[in-house]
């Protein structure tokens, strides 16, 4: 065969060929579309027969709170929510922090549900899917729809404020105590209290989206304390503790000086502080309890070796707590020597007593309250006061004045030389002068003695008779008349118990004398 034959029959051959393809796959493109229709038309079919009537009502199997709202248009859904759920229980308010949770009912918190929205988003459901999500929902598959809150923001409001008293934390302030001799300080801390506008926003504009028993963090606001700071007063405190008061306590008895001392600080101190709070100012302040001061002083005065002393406790407190209070330093206490015991003898009489011991009776007589003075009895005890009492003075060196009863005479020493040699008067038998030691313990230009009406020129004190009643030395009377009593008297007894001088040798003497001279009446 002819070669430009054979090629024309395989040309043929393969026309022949690429139109049978042509046809196959024009064949199976007719085919595919036709299953497409079909599938579309069946789905189109399954949507119109199936949910056509869904299209104003919810899906089936849409469900809120476990109530099926399928095939109820939204309004109808609406209505039978409220009806369902009006008096349904929704839990609590739940407000935690973490460390502690409140909870108040919702129903009284003022959350409920909004059948309204929640109908609406009920009829939503299904309506964005495709066919699938369509045709599940009507084979039977369910579909939860959150419900939609809503909350009456008074209601809220009031619950809240029902709770902030139990989640309030007050203020702690800073504290300052004595711990036996310690300054303790405690620091302060801030309180809080529930922020209630923050805390009811924060609910209010979240609850529609949590629901509820969903715990929210409280927003707090701090309480600052009142007092923030006692470095002051510690400062203070710790200042006093180291104080120290040392109290020497000295006395005479029978020639012999007698010595104590006592150191006090800051155990005792200890004692005596108070740290109270400040009136009308947020603080504190330290005080001193002048009560315990004189406890202090007298445990002192109670002491073994001091005992039996006159111990002036309540001046010894004043001194003690003037001497603290400026700083600390020493303070001297003056005591008074122990009582000397006299047993009555046959024949004593209260002057004969006073007599022997150159003590005036009165005073035997205060030192004796209780005691009738007038019926001694043989052995029968009495105080007598110590020497100390009648001349309380350091003597004055170099001077000294000595009556002389028997002569009537008044001498005054300075140096041990004679400076003067007086007559005088002493105190007549039924007032006599009391003789003994004694010292000049008063001066006063004028004296008065109501007794017996009389002025008493330049009165010398020099002992006690017996309450406020002193005698002395002083210049010759005046009788409320003018007249000078005793006068021409001098040189003999004549006075109530005084030593009387003439007019310029009492002027003498009175500008002469200062307090502490020793007078000896013998």
Not at 61 to 71: D, K, R
Request: glycine share 10%; hydrophobic share 40%; proline share 7%.
């Amino acid at each position: 065969m002819p070669q430009d034959t054979q090629t024309n029959a395989k040309t043929q051959k393969r026309e022949k060929q690429g139109s049978r393809g042509c046809l196959l796959s024009g064949f199976i493109s007719l085919l595919l579309l036709l299953l497409i229709g079909t599938a579309a038309f069946s789905a189109w079919m399954v949507r119109r027969t199936a949910l056509a009537p869904y299209e104003t009502t919810i899906y089936p199997n849409v469900y809120v709170l476990g109530e099926n709202l399928g095939g109820l248009g939204p309004e109808e859904a609406a209505e039978r929510l409220e009806r369902v759920f009006v008096n349904h229980d929704y839990g609590h308010l739940i407000l935690s922090d973490g460390d502690h949770s409140w909870r108040v009912p919702w129903s009284e918190a003022g959350m409920r549900l909004d059948p309204d929205a929640t109908a609406r988003q009920a009829f939503a459901t299904g309506r964005q899917g495709g066919w699938q999500t369509i045709l599940s929902m009507w084979l039977g598959e369910r579909r939860d729809v959150s419900p939609v809150f809503t909350i009456d923001a008074a209601a809220t409001r009031r619950a809240l404020e029902q709770l902030a008293e139990q989640m309030r934390e007050p203020p702690t302030d800073a504290t300052i105590r004595l711990e036996g001799d310690q300054v303790v300080v405690t620091p302060s801390q801030q309180g809080r209290e529930l922020d209630i506008d923050a805390t009811l926003e924060k609910i209010v504009n979240t609850v529609t989206h949590l629901g509820p028993d969903y715990p929210f963090a409280p927003t707090y606001r701090a309480i600052p304390p009142h007092i923030t700071d006692v470095s002051a007063t510690r400062a203070l405190a710790e200042e006093m503790l180291a104080r120290q008061v040392r109290v020497v306590a000295a006395g005479k008895h029978e020639g012999e000086t007698f010595t104590w001392n006592w150191t006090l600080g800051r155990d005792m101190v200890a004692r005596w502080m108070e740290i109270v709070k400040a009136e009308g100012n947020p603080g504190f302040s330290v005080e001193v309890n002048g009560e315990a001061v004189r406890a202090t002083v007298g445990e002192l005065a109670e002491e073994p070796e001091a005992d039996d002393w006159g111990f002036p406790t309540e001046k010894a407190a004043e001194d003690v707590l003037g001497t603290f209070q400026a700083g600390g330093g020493e303070v001297t206490v003056e005591l008074t020597p122990p009582p000397r015991i006299y047993h009555v003898q046959p024949g004593d009489r209260l002057t004969v007593i006073g007599a022997k011991f150159g003590v005036p009776p009165g005073l035997i007589a205060e030192a004796n309250p209780g005691v009738d003075l007038d019926q001694l009895y043989v052995g029968q005890e009495l105080i007598i006061p110590p020497q100390e009492v009648l001349t309380p003075y350091e003597p004055v060196p170099g001077k000294r004045i000595v009556i002389s009863v028997p002569e009537q005479r008044l001498r005054v020493y300075e140096n041990d030389e004679l400076l003067y040699d007086w007559p005088c008067s002493t105190g007549m038998k039924d007032s006599p002068t009391i003789t003994g030691e004694f010292q000049v313990l008063s001066k006063e230009e004028m004296a008065y003695a109501s007794q017996w009406d009389l002025q008493m020129p330049h009165f010398i004190g020099v002992y006690r008779a017996g309450g406020n009643t002193y005698n002395g030395i002083h210049a010759l009377p005046i009788l409320s008349n003018g007249q000078r009593l005793w006068a021409g008297n001098l040189g003999s007894r004549a006075s109530y118990g005084c030593i009387i001088l003439g007019i310029e040798e009492a002027e003498t003497l009175f500008n002469w004398a200062e307090l502490g001279v020793p007078v000896i009446i013998e």
